[in-house]
């Protein structure tokens, strides 16, 4: 239990590190995903809006 104690606040360390940096880069893929489809959905219905 204690090399447990004494390991985990390097692990939670590097693992909370690599999980940001993956949560980072997921949440810009997501945002910049939703900015596209949010400007497609735009451009797709403004002719329809136009007839």
Same mark, same amino acid.
């Given at each position: ?5 004494? @390991?985990? $606040?390097?692990?939670?360390? /590097?693992? /909370?590190? @690599? #999980?940001? =940096?993956?949560? #980072?880069?997921?949440? /810009? =893929? *997501? +945002?910049? #995903?939703? !900015? ?6 735009? !451009? +797709? /219905?403004? $002719? *329809? #809006?136009?007839?």
């Amino acid at each position: 239990m204690t090399t447990a104690l004494v @390991v985990t $606040p390097a692990l939670v360390n /590097s693992a /909370s590190a @690599v #999980g940001l =940096e993956a949560a #980072g880069r997921r949440a /810009s =893929e *997501v +945002f910049l #995903g939703s !900015l596209m489809a949010l400007l497609m959905a735009h !451009l +797709f /219905s403004q $002719p *329809v #809006g136009r007839r």
